[in-house]
């Protein structure tokens, strides 16, 4: 998988209406990212569906006529052999 960053909205909580964070993260499955802490996080503040940390699932959507990378589940952890 590539290393490389993504832009990808994360859904905010008790917000009235739908409300994205854009945040980055980085991939670490086909659909799969990996949600990067920014340094303006403040959980106080706004609650983040998934926090930073989290490996969630994303999907592309269409929203305000352009195409977003949306965080909607988190990631299956599959277990692995001892």
Same mark, same amino acid.
């Given at each position: $998988? =590539?290393?490389?960053?993504?832009?990808?909205? #994360?859904?905010? /909580?008790?917000?009235?209406?739908?409300?994205?964070? *854009? &945040?980055?993260? %980085?991939? %670490?499955?086909?659909?799969?990212?990996?949600?990067?802490?920014?340094?303006?996080?403040?959980?106080?503040?706004?609650?983040?569906?998934? *926090?930073?940390? !989290?490996? #969630? %699932?994303? %999907? &592309?959507?269409? +929203?305000?006529? &352009?195409? $977003?990378? @949306?965080? +909607? =589940? +988190? &990631?299956? @952890? /599959? !277990?692995?052999?001892?």
């Amino acid at each position: $998988m =590539s290393t490389d960053s993504v832009r990808i909205y #994360v859904p905010l /909580l008790d917000e009235g209406t739908d409300v994205f964070r *854009p &945040a980055t993260g %980085v991939f %670490v499955g086909p659909d799969t990212v990996r949600i990067e802490k920014p340094d303006d996080y403040d959980p106080d503040d706004e609650t983040w569906e998934f *926090p930073p940390g !989290s490996e #969630v %699932v994303c %999907v &592309a959507e269409f +929203r305000g006529g &352009a195409q $977003m990378l @949306v965080a +909607r =589940s +988190r &990631a299956r @952890v /599959l !277990s692995h052999p001892v």
